[in-house]
């Protein structure tokens, strides 16, 4: 594809090549991302960060990004007061809010609007997360981070998927990048009233990857590089019997982790992760396992959307050209 | 009026050679609005954007002025947390709130309120509307709107003003910026519950303007260059039966625009415009009509306040020597 | 202490050495703050100011701060939209966060979250108010203040502090700082329901200083350098008889200030100072009083603040160098 002004809206749009360039350029806003050098090639850029539902983490991280790459950023959270909310049509918000920015990061409860958006807007639009629909950066940056920890190809790879697979907005994203790759093997892992749509796992079959579906935590996590873990909300059982019969046999641990897994299996979480003493996802002993990926993976959340935005804005080659050393104090514990 | 160091809290501050020079610098921001140019000449300034009431758009609107001139703007959006709400007096919160920028911009429910607070605040104001009384950018961009669709002079324009205009803050106050100029023809077209105060017509008249009032609709835009249509909100009539004898009598087609207004009428509305099926305003099928203004007017609304943050901080001469070309992707579709 | 890369999280990691180094920077950022010079040495830093807590004041206050270095800043506001109310543990959130920012300010309603933050943070955090545990900026821009008013050494300060004086935090934070001092003579002025917890009172004692109780405002005020006020809220005291008893009895205004305290009496307040006619604290009536300093208090926040960034984040050595004029209108009324 070709990325000058276009928008990101869905993981449908990209193919193999497209994800390559963007994971290229994600490295080498490295240095920039971690205080090394500093760029101002979007000085005077803005980006209209519209998030019509909270969402502190995914808005500070394209903020930050924008920041970094050297643009303003304008914001707006929240819903009820918003002009949407006396009747505003999308189409009608979208002209005026493009009309404001250099490129727009909307996020939205209802699936599908960012799509209605970025068809009025005069603007390039990023998909921040459309309800149940699509949140397209998370999942390049759990691919980014799939590939950065395995070391080497993403073809061949063998991941876990665990939690909830039904409702799960990240998994459904992901799986569909790993489709564009070669030779993947799937564990799904999940209670069975929460395991993954048919048509997820036909189309991986039909493009000639593996999958396995199983709703015992230890009989999938045993044989792969990445356990993909999510949060399972209690909500989603019919009933607290339901919820209760899967209570802690999805939770992962260090116990659990040694006993079961490979010496070098990549723990990952889309994060938040409940720490809750009732929740069901991933222990908190595990923070000191070195494999232990969620914290690298919100970091390459920085470098994936910077990415996005220099490539979208038509920067990536002035960057480095334009960098120079931090002047203040930046060593990282 | 001296423009250095002024705040900006009434149209009626203004006499038309003021005007002429707001619109003269608004003019010059376009190609920094268009990302045509960079310039940074307030680059190291801080606009305080203090939204005590809700206003997506116009808060963005200032946010982005402020951002295009190189500046930087921090910001406050609502009221329950602030120390207003424990009790601080504005003129407390104004000492404070103007020691942290060079120019602050204030929206807030409160009728007058902005005034008091310009009176205590050290550093220039700006009115982003306060409650029923005044919202000056608004009909500043509206009356440049205007003179960029007409092309020419403002002397002998003829508008159509449609809608609630008893309540409508923004027509009261083009009203009266109109009157400045010369030859003036108002069509006043509203449900009789709605009509514009006596004085407003009163002070037109007495200024050598003409007058007339309908409440048809089909009455009045025949003969007009502009029709300036506003929201009615049905709870401002006494009783459902009133409103039910409105309904639909005041939106604007594309059906009837074609029968009763004259070829190159321009279509403009302060937004936002409310889209659902109820409500009375000007229907989407004019999208594509090039004489709807309404979203040049909102891209106006950043020329507008470009040129007042330009002028308050005396900058005005000083944009063209800074300008820089724009380095990444920046058409507009 | 070592400023470079430090949290600054209570004022009890202060020497004495620590604050007059402090305040000799805070001193050069003054020409900054004025706007008479420009410095972007901070430019491409990010402060993350994260208010789990609503505070106008003391978010814009750090975020003008950062932004007069030549910094960038993203906020958060409120709680109840974030991943912390999804179960997230502040260890979590941390570790996501401060990947996005050079230095984090957080504001926080529970005691002791800030530091547990700060443990787990990888860039140094500013705790911007901690329930009632600790605002470490607030105290030093308190003692800043008395400093430049008094316009000599803090040795020998005489001090009233006027009102809550149980739940108050500032004046907690006030007195351990003052402590580091010599010959401090402290006057504290409650309701008995309201008093200074015993061992702040031990703590001055031990520290070889003199503290004197009452609780008749005339008594305390007469022999002072200055006199700190604070609120009383109505609702600290166990029954409206008791409330009704001291109001009015610790509101100061002209006419006792006149009668009771000597002529260069210094009055100040952490504001917001309740202006409603019920409250009692500090008279409108004396806004024209020369020696009322609770808005140059406050304009010394955004001094302090910028200090503690340059010494934190390393560049206060670099201001001056990179100091520019500003070309635009600046001067304050």
Redo the contacts between chains.
């Keep these: 594809m070709n990325f000058?002004?276009a928008s990101i809206l869905s993981v449908d749009q990209f193919e193999r090549a497209d994800i390559e360039k963007i994971f290229a350029v994600a490295d080498k806003m490295e240095p920039y991302a971690k205080?090394q050098l500093?760029?101002?090639?979007?000085?005077?850029?803005?980006l209209?960060n519209m998030f019509f539902e909270?969402?502190?983490?995914t808005?500070?991280?394209f903020?930050?990004a924008f920041?970094?790459l050297?643009g303003?950023?304008?914001e707006?959270?929240g819903f009820k007061?918003?002009?949407i909310a006396?009747?505003?049509?999308l189409?009608?918000?979208a002209?005026?809010?493009?009309?404001?920015?250099?490129v727009i990061c909307m996020r939205h409860p209802e699936s599908g609007s960012v799509g209605e958006f970025a068809a009025a807007s005069?603007?390039?639009v990023v998909n921040g997360g459309d309800g149940a629909n699509e949140h397209p950066s998370q999942a390049l940056l759990d691919l980014y981070t799939i590939q950065k920890e395995v070391g080497r190809s993403l073809d061949g790879l063998r991941i876990a998927m665990i939690g909830d697979l039904k409702f799960g907005r990240t998994v459904h994203s992901l799986i569909r990048l790993l489709k564009l790759y070669r030779n993947i093997h799937v564990v799904l892992v999940s209670p069975a009233e929460l395991s993954m749509p048919e048509s997820y796992i036909e189309e991986m079959r039909l493009a000639g990857h593996s999958v396995e579906v199983s709703n015992e935590l230890t009989d999938g996590i045993g044989s792969v590089d990445i356990v993909y873990s999510t949060r399972i909300q209690e909500e989603r059982f019919e009933s607290q019997e339901e919820a209760d019969l899967y209570r802690g046999r999805f939770r992962l641990n260090q116990q659990i982790y040694t006993k079961y897994c490979q010496p070098n299996t990549v723990i990952m979480h889309p994060?938040?992760?409940?720490?809750?003493s009732g929740?069901n996802e991933l222990d908190?002993d595990l923070?000191q396992n070195p494999n232990l990926a969620i914290?690298r993976q919100?970091?390459n959340g920085?470098l994936v959307r910077m990415a996005l935005f220099a490539l979208?804005?038509?920067?990536a080659d002035?960057v480095d050209k334009s960098a120079r050393e931090?002047?203040?104090?930046?060593?990282?514990?």
């Design positions: 000058a002004g205080r500093v760029t101002r090639v979007l000085e005077g850029a803005i209209g909270p969402s502190t983490r808005r500070v991280s903020g930050c920041n970094l050297g303003e950023v304008r707006t959270t007061s918003s002009a006396k009747g505003e049509s189409y009608d918000t002209r005026v809010l493009s009309g404001y920015s250099d005069r603007v390039p994060l938040p992760r409940d720490s809750r929740a908190n923070n914290f919100a970091d920085v979208i804005l038509d920067v002035q931090v002047n203040w104090y930046h060593r990282r514990t």
